[in-house]
């Protein structure tokens, strides 16, 4: 007889072997891996259905409609609103305002559509009533309670019969029936299952909060992110007041959305126009500034990119910069100084972003190599002008994604000339579009006078 093949998996991130080891290979952690043992193979036989199939047009659309929590840019990075049985994962870093945001949610959610119930496992609820209370995010149909074990946290959902439910967070929540640790990969995976059974069954609109890991991705296993319905990431910079809530996966609205939200010691209140943030105020040109459109998902937001050339005291000039990509900003500054023909070898150049805002895409490629070439210059970029074009490394201007929402939104904020890639397509009539084919172009175009506007 064949011998029977023994498996062993890791209960912190689920790495599987055919040997026993006592480190994991996947998540190097010590004792976690144990035998797993599998029920027999069985002949599974037709049993009855819970619900009769029907044609395809005569199934109900009204129990996917969503419903607005009346927080508007939450709504928006949900496609709408709330869906009745949507179970939701929020995660984002410690302390970046996700309890202050959801606290939000389910107050007016109390207010307007129904009974919520706010569950914490990390806070008493003493804490979480002073944070309501400091926020402004108390309503007499917001239940509150402090569990981790998953048993109670059904036996509430019971007695409450909530049409909202946050749980805060899913990896502080056990279930008896299991024995492992609470927030390992076993608990995490039956504490999700039995609350997207109980969503479904009744339906209730559920948040889980999930934890993130050091490189920023959601801990627990990946399975739970197939399992929910939508999947929100919630950024934000602890020095900003910024926050964004960026849609990863949606199966009721685009999975691209973002919003935008300012975190403040009175709560967290929605941005619909955040692009000041990011914009300083002069009241002249200023040498080594250069803005442009950068698109967070769908949203078009305007950013300004500055930099400062000094002579270098040190054998190797410094190169810094903040917000930007540091492998993009070196490519750029080789490109400005082998094909622009500007002298960067003995100085040192900072670069940055104004507002916490991060510019990574290659849509900003141009915007660096005019601040730069302004500041070692002292010749500012005139005033109404944007860049848009991805610098390539034979000096040409590159196409960039969604041009004309950048062009649009350029022109709504005032500006009047955007240097851009030859052939840029439709332009807002509002706006002049100067094509630039190559890095001398772009140099000449920013600083020389705006050409007469044609009546």
């Given at each position: ?5 023994q498996?062993?998996r890791?209960?912190?991130c689920?790495w ?70 949507a ?26 559509a ?16 002073l944070?309501?209370?400091?926020t ?10 402090a569990e ?30 299991v ?20 969503a ?25 992110e ?11 910079d602890r ?8 849609t990863?996966?949606n ?12 975190l ?11 692009t ?13 500034t ?7 998902g769908?949203?078009?937001?305007l950013?300004?990119?500055q ?8 054998a190797?000039?410094?190169?810094a ?21 500007v002298k ?5 150049v ?13 849509a ?25 074009g ?12 969604g041009?004309?929402?950048?062009l649009?939104e ?39 006078p705006a ?5």
């Amino acid at each position: 007889m064949a011998k029977a093949t023994q498996t062993y998996r890791c209960s912190e991130c689920g790495w599987t072997t055919a040997k026993w080891v006592g480190r994991c290979g996947e998540c190097q952690a010590w004792g976690t891996v144990a035998e797993l043992t599998g029920a027999r193979a069985s002949n599974t036989q037709a049993a009855a259905v819970t619900q009769a199939a029907r044609p395809i047009g005569s199934v109900e659309l009204e129990v996917a409609r969503s419903r607005p929590t009346g927080v508007g840019e939450f709504d928006r990075a949900l496609g709408g609103g709330l869906v009745q049985g949507a179970v939701i994962l929020l995660a984002g870093e410690p302390g970046v305002g996700k309890s202050t945001l959801l606290l939000d949610v389910t107050a007016r959610w109390a207010h307007e559509a129904g009974r919520a119930l706010y569950v914490t496992g990390e806070e008493s609820t003493a804490q979480v009533r002073l944070r309501a209370e400091r926020t402004g995010a108390v309503a007499d149909a917001l239940f509150l309670t402090a569990e981790t074990d998953l048993a109670a946290v059904l036996t509430h959902i019971d007695e409450v019969a909530p049409s909202l439910i946050v749980l805060d967070s899913v990896q502080t929540v056990s279930s008896p029936a299991v024995d492992s640790a609470a927030g390992s990969v076993t608990q995490v995976r039956e504490v999700a299952a039995a609350l997207i059974r109980a969503a479904k069954e009744r339906g209730i609109a559920t948040i889980l909060v999930g934890h993130v890991t050091k490189d920023g991705g959601i801990a627990g296993p990946r399975v739970l992110e197939h399992l929910v319905d939508v999947v929100l990431q919630f950024e934000g910079d602890r020095h900003s007041r910024l926050r964004m809530v960026r849609t990863v996966k949606n199966r009721y609205g685009p999975a691209d959305e973002v919003g935008c939200f300012d975190l403040s010691d009175s709560g967290i209140t929605s941005l619909a126009d955040p692009t000041g943030l990011f914009l300083s105020q002069h009241a002249a040109a200023v040498p080594g500034t250069c803005i442009t459109v950068t698109l967070e998902g769908r949203r078009p937001l305007l950013g300004e990119v500055q930099a400062l050339v000094a002579p270098s005291a040190l054998a190797t000039p410094r190169r810094a910069n903040s917000g930007l990509d540091s492998s993009r900003v070196s490519m750029v500054l080789a490109v400005l100084e082998r094909r622009g023909g500007v002298k960067l070898g003995g100085s040192d150049v900072y670069t940055s972003t104004v507002g916490g805002a991060k510019l990574s895409e290659p849509a900003a490629d141009l915007a660096v190599l005019l601040a730069v070439a302004g500041a070692e210059a002292g010749t500012p970029t005139r005033n109404g002008v944007i860049a848009l074009g991805e610098v390539g490394l034979a000096g040409e201007i590159r196409h960039v994604t969604g041009l004309q929402r950048r062009l649009a939104e350029a022109e709504r904020m005032g500006f009047t000339t955007a240097l851009v890639p030859a052939d840029p397509g439709t332009v807002p009539s509002g706006i002049q579009a100067v094509e630039v084919a190559d890095v001398g172009q772009a140099l000449a175009a920013a600083s020389r006078p705006a050409p007469p506007q044609i009546p």
